[in-house]
């Protein structure tokens, strides 16, 4: 088969470069859709981007989506395929003024970001850079994150969109385009009108290694404990006050030290994470998010946590608890498993743009995770995204150039199989 890319000059780098300095951070305290304005910023260049591609139908709803439909070159029957990436960058550190540095032909080593020198890429760290020696490399400059959580997403797909729409002889259905909001805090689908994207099956680009496709996600639940104490005067309080803020912290205390935690778990292991403590003398609150891969390592992590909380409330009889658990989102494996010739077609897309595929699972979630669930089976493909969430992020130029080429062989091979 010969190469549709041989003469296309990519304009991914390009895009990802204009993208990551718009701050589009997402703010879990927030109430409103999107959870905050400046993430419109985004939605409102990559619709006017869109809409000077052809797409008529390019725009950003109220809520900070945007839609944008590439229409068949077939007269095939297609299944319509979505491509899905999210805007918001992690609240986890900041997104605020973002400088990205190209480091040209990466020859091995360290990689010192020059505006925090105490920021260093290692090879010993980051073993992903063994295999992009001679490739470009895109960083911060060490002060913020760089967003390639998601924008390297956004910019493939951008790219990709822009390459079918100059290769009109390429055959492909109808090809659906979704840029969502707030995944980063756990509402990226809230308010997605499926009806008005009108795909069958889609893709989330937003994983890591160059190859990889994910089919298996974490379920996730959140958990909230509210302890209500016993208040006294300070002055008066021998044998009467039982203090909120110091059950709270004799729970946590008791959480496994060498098990069960995200820094003590890896693989198919799942944990239970305190993400949020507050309180007065009277009243605390303890936030917790649970992940496991299954649904009974839920019910096991969460049973764990009660038998705790009611251990350490044995030595505090007058005070009480209440336990909430409420599910977030669940391993996405068992809908995809109902279709697998999505994560087939993929796996022969990665093939052709040149690389070995990899099936592997997330540890966390993606807005595919809902999406499934929701009637839209959705594997997550690579971004060429490393050390999301941090200082030290950073994406090859290379990995991104393969992404786009695997969204372009995946719109052929669904044409081809109808």
């Known amino acids: 088969m010969s190469d549709p890319f041989q003469s296309y000059a990519h304009s991914v780098t390009e895009r990802f470069l204009r ?32 809409q000077a591609l052809g797409l008529a139908d390019a725009h950003m709803d109220e809520h900070g989506y945007v839609y944008a439909t590439i229409p068949a070159t077939t007269d095939k029957a297609v299944p319509v395929i979505c491509f899905c990436s999210h805007m918001d960058t992690s609240p986890d550190c900041s997104g605020a003024d973002v400088k990205p540095q190209i480091v040209r032909n990466y020859r091995g080593g360290d990689i010192v970001l020059p505006g925090d020198p105490s920021q260093v890429i ?36 951008m790219d990709a969109a822009q390459f079918l729409l100059s290769n009109p002889a390429i055959k492909h ?100 994470h305190p993400v949020g403590v507050s309180g007065t003398l009277e009243q605390a609150r303890l936030d917790f998010i649970v992940r496991d891969f299954s649904e009974q390592g839920l019910r096991q992590k969460e049973a764990l946590l009660e038998d705790i909380v009611k251990d350490v409330m044995r030595d505090y009889p007058r005070s009480s608890y209440e336990m909430q658990v409420k599910a977030q989102y669940r391993n996405m494996k068992e809908v995809i498993d109902l279709h697998p010739e999505i994560v087939t077609y993929a796996e022969d897309a990665i093939r052709r743009a040149g690389l070995a595929p ?30 999301f969430h941090s200082r030290r992020e950073w994406v090859s130029v290379g990995d991104m150039e393969k992404a786009v080429q695997t969204i372009v062989h995946l719109a052929m091979i669904w044409e081809e199989r109808s």
């Open 19 to 50: 993208y990551v300095v718009i701050d589009t951070q997402s703010d879990p305290t927030s109430p409103t859709c999107p959870s905050t304005l400046k993430q419109k910023n985004l939605g409102r260049l990559l619709a006017a981007e869109l």
């Open 122 to 157: 290692r090879p010993s760290e980051h073993p992903a850079l063994a295999g992009q020696i001679g490739q470009d490399i895109v960083t911060s400059d060490g002060t913020t994150l760089l967003g390639a959580d998601n924008k390297a997403g956004i910019a493939e797909i």
């Open 173 to 272: 259905g109808t090809i659906k385009i979704l840029f969502t909001p707030d995944e980063e805090i756990g509402r990226g689908v809230d308010r997605v009108d499926l009806k008005k994207l009108g795909a069958d099956f889609g893709y989330t680009m937003d994983g890591e290694t160059a190859g990889n496709i994910e089919d298996e996600t974490f379920s996730a639940d959140g958990a909230t404990i509210i302890i209500n104490g016993v208040s006294a005067h300070p002055g008066f309080a021998k044998g009467k006050m039982e203090h909120a803020i110091k059950i709270a912290s004799a729970i946590v205390d008791r959480l496994p030290k060498d098990t069960c935690s995200p820094e003590t778990t890896e693989a198919r292991e799942g944990f239970l």
């Open 358 to 387: 990899v099936r592997t699972s997330i540890r966390g979630g993606t807005d595919g995770s809902r999406l499934s669930f929701m009637g839209l089976p959705c594997p997550n493909i690579f971004a060429g995204e490393h050390a």
